[in-house]
């Protein structure tokens, strides 16, 4: 069974940087896109990142192109988001997302049937 346990969310000043991470298990780890997704009060959950299986591509969200990196580590089964000049409109509830099937690039994640994570808390204040 898949799991993906997120960690990393919190607190931030507007301008700020924070780190999200996402451990997963359950199957052959680098056979899978992961990314990220995120949903803020009254409003629809949103692709913001992916990353390819085994790293090969990356895809962004346009408002987070140039401020966000994704990156993964196969040997940790780890997928990280690192996200930059944050303001308030990033504040949501962050959701790390696995493709169901293997072998995809990144952007197959935004049409993709996904496994998700529980969320954590991204708030910045400012």
């Known amino acids: 069974q898949v799991q993906l346990v997120e960690s990393g969310g919190g607190l931030v000043q507007a301008g700020g940087s924070l780190r999200l991470s996402c451990a997963a298990s359950g199957r052959t780890f680098s056979r899978y896109a992961m990314g990220w997704f995120r949903q803020a009060p009254g409003k629809e959950r949103e692709f913001v990142a992916a990353i390819g299986w085994g790293g090969g591509s990356t895809y962004y969200a346009d408002s987070v192109k140039g401020r966000f990196t994704i990156s993964r580590d196969n040997a940790k089964n780890t997928v990280n988001l690192r996200m930059n000049s944050l303001n308030n409109e990033d504040t949501a509830v962050y959701y790390c997302?696995?493709?169901?099937?293997?072998?995809?690039?990144?952007?197959?994640?935004?049409?993709?049937?996904?496994?998700w994570g529980q969320g954590t808390q991204v708030t910045v204040s400012s």
């Open positions: 997302a696995a493709d169901q099937d293997p072998y995809y690039p990144a952007a197959h994640l935004t049409t993709a049937t996904l496994y």
